[in-house]
């Protein structure tokens, strides 16, 4: 086993997915000595952050509100990175939420975008039907319109914090997968050809997490879950789902599934169901594909019922199904902390399917967490003790 020459590292972060490009680009803007391993040659497409496009939006219930606050910082982040590299991430596309009237979801999220102050208008039945018409809506379904919510070049945005944490001095190793990690006031990492020492060390392993923390003693209620990413193809090829032509990005808020207008395919709208803690498929990462069948006939017939219903422009078959994977805590909040018996360790996971145009911000937190630095923003609702049962009365 090599031993590296270099001295100690500042910080070594583990996983080089959004979050762990992020935590690192913040590190080394910070002035920290900084090195990411990853376990697969970049880019690759066995995480979660793969893929060109994720969505950008404030429409969140009451108690995740806070996600809102958190996405206004990111933005201002990301544009930071668009305007140094000199290059688009951010598409301004409105996002169509609806729902049957009666589903107290969709109010909800309509008074949390008021509350937060981001442009919204409420819609009948009939304005939808007026505004929308290559969408279908039955009677007796309303919906909001979040007219500042976008699409971010997810691939690109991942490869550009990379870029800016190189330039910054940063060090990338790709193809080295962490094996053990042993604590200490100085933390020994090991791959499986190298050992690294560092002060500290941030862990944004994404559905790699539950296992490599059961390793430190940190048994976290984590579920790694498969995601379809299906690609349902216009009838016509008219472009008229694409970001071109205006359509927006949709949730249908009764039966939890949104869609992209594609800038992968042409011609296509990325369509998946939005799961969670209870409906999700839960996988082993280094499984993912195996037994599958089941799971993706269920999610297909599920979709084209939807696609049927909501979208008579487009195919009710999937032209083209990927693989994504959410890591999901039980109540969808993440969890940005330090390990409770390992200070200088920081963990960053259970990013519950909705992380990604948050990685920005959510790097700067969890550098902050690294280097002893108040973060800038309240972390009450990701602390790890949120978990720790409470103690038997006396
Ligand atoms: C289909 C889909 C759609 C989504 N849509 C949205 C959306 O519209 N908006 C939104 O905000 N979010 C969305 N998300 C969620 C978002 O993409 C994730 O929250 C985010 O990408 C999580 O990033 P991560 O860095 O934690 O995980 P990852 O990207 O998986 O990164 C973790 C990295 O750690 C590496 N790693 C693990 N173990 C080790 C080890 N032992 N040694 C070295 N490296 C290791 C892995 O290889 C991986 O590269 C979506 C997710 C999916 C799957």
């Given at each position: 086993?090599?031993?590296?020459?270099?001295?100690?590292?500042?910080?070594?972060?583990?996983?080089?997915?959004?979050?762990?490009?992020?935590?690192?680009?913040?590190?080394?803007?910070?002035?920290?000595?900084?090195?990411?391993?990853?376990?697969?040659?970049?880019?690759?497409?066995?995480?979660?952050?793969?893929?060109?496009?994720?969505?950008?939006?404030k429409?969140?219930?009451?108690?995740?509100a806070?996600?809102a606050d958190?996405?206004t910082?990111?933005?201002?982040?990301?544009?930071?990175?668009?305007?140094?590299?000199?290059?688009?991430?951010?598409?301004?596309?409105?996002?169509?939420?609806?729902?049957?009237?009666?589903?107290?979801?969709?109010?909800?999220?309509?008074?949390t975008l008021d509350g937060v102050g981001a442009r919204n208008?409420?819609?009948?039945?009939?304005?939808?039907?007026?505004?929308?018409?290559?969408?279908?809506?039955?009677?007796?379904?309303?919906?909001?319109?979040?007219e500042d919510?976008?699409?971010?070049?997810?691939?690109?945005?991942?490869?550009?914090?990379?870029?800016?944490?190189?330039?910054?001095?940063?060090?990338?190793?790709?193809?080295?997968?962490?094996?053990?990690?042993?604590?200490?006031?100085?933390?020994?990492?090991?791959?499986?050809?190298?050992?690294?020492?560092?002060?500290?060390?941030?862990?944004?392993?994404?559905?790699?997490?539950?296992?490599?923390?059961?390793?430190?003693?940190?048994?976290?209620?984590?579920?790694?879950?498969?995601?379809?990413?299906?690609?349902?193809?216009?009838?016509?090829?008219?472009?008229?789902?694409?970001?071109?032509?205006?359509?927006?990005?949709?949730?249908?808020?009764?039966?939890?599934?949104?869609?992209?207008?594609?800038?992968?395919?042409?011609?296509?709208?990325?369509?998946?169901?939005?799961?969670?803690?209870?409906?999700?498929?839960?996988?082993?990462?280094?499984?993912?594909?195996?037994?599958?069948?089941?799971?993706?006939?269920?999610?297909?017939?599920?979709?084209?019922?939807?696609?049927?219903?909501?979208?008579?422009?487009?195919?009710?078959?999937?032209?083209?199904?990927?693989?994504?994977?959410?890591?999901?805590?039980?109540?969808?909040?993440?969890?940005?902390?330090?390990?409770?018996?390992?200070?200088?360790?920081?963990?960053?996971?259970?990013?519950?399917?909705?992380?990604?145009?948050?990685?920005?911000?959510?790097?700067?937190?969890?550098?902050?967490?690294?280097?002893?630095?108040?973060?800038?923003?309240?972390?009450?609702?990701?602390?790890?003790?949120?978990?720790?049962?409470?103690?038997?009365?006396?």
């Amino acid at each position: 086993m090599a031993e590296e020459r270099e001295d100690v590292w500042d910080v070594i972060v583990v996983g080089a997915g959004v979050m762990g490009s992020s935590t690192a680009f913040h590190l080394a803007q910070g002035g920290s000595k900084t090195l990411l391993l990853e376990q697969f040659f970049l880019p690759h497409t066995r995480g979660s952050s793969c893929g060109q496009t994720r969505i950008v939006r404030k429409s969140y219930i009451a108690e995740h509100a806070h996600y809102a606050d958190m996405v206004t910082a990111s933005i201002r982040i990301w544009q930071q990175v668009e305007k140094e590299l000199g290059t688009t991430l951010l598409v301004p596309t409105p996002r169509l939420l609806w729902a049957r009237s009666e589903n107290p979801k969709i109010h909800a999220i309509a008074d949390t975008l008021d509350g937060v102050g981001a442009r919204n208008s409420r819609l009948q039945t009939g304005e939808l039907r007026r505004r929308f018409p290559m969408l279908r809506f039955p009677a007796g379904h309303v919906g909001v319109l979040e007219e500042d919510a976008a699409v971010i070049k997810a691939d690109t945005a991942v490869r550009c914090l990379q870029e800016l944490f190189v330039r910054r001095g940063g060090r990338i190793k790709d193809g080295e997968r962490i094996v053990k990690v042993v604590p200490g006031q100085t933390i020994t990492v090991t791959t499986a050809t190298m050992t690294y020492r560092t002060r500290r060390l941030v862990m944004t392993c994404g559905a790699w997490a539950p296992g490599i923390l059961c390793d430190l003693g940190l048994n976290l209620p984590l579920k790694p879950l498969r995601i379809n990413v299906c690609y349902f193809r216009e009838k016509q090829p008219t472009s008229t789902h694409s970001l071109a032509a205006n359509f927006p990005v949709i949730k249908d808020e009764d039966d939890d599934v949104y869609g992209i207008p594609s800038l992968e395919y042409p011609n296509m709208v990325k369509i998946c169901r939005h799961v969670n803690w209870k409906t999700g498929h839960v996988a082993n990462p280094e499984q993912r594909d195996v037994n599958i069948r089941e799971h993706l006939e269920e999610d297909v017939r599920y979709l084209s019922n939807l696609v049927r219903r909501h979208l008579p422009g487009l195919e009710d078959k999937p032209a083209v199904v990927e693989t994504c994977m959410y890591t999901n805590t039980p109540d969808a909040e993440f969890i940005l902390d330090r390990h409770p018996r390992f200070h200088n360790i920081v963990i960053g996971t259970g990013f519950s399917g909705h992380g990604f145009k948050l990685g920005a911000a959510v790097g700067r937190l969890l550098s902050e967490l690294a280097t002893d630095r108040p973060p800038f923003l309240n972390m009450g609702p990701y602390r790890i003790a949120r978990f720790t049962p409470p103690k038997a009365a006396l």
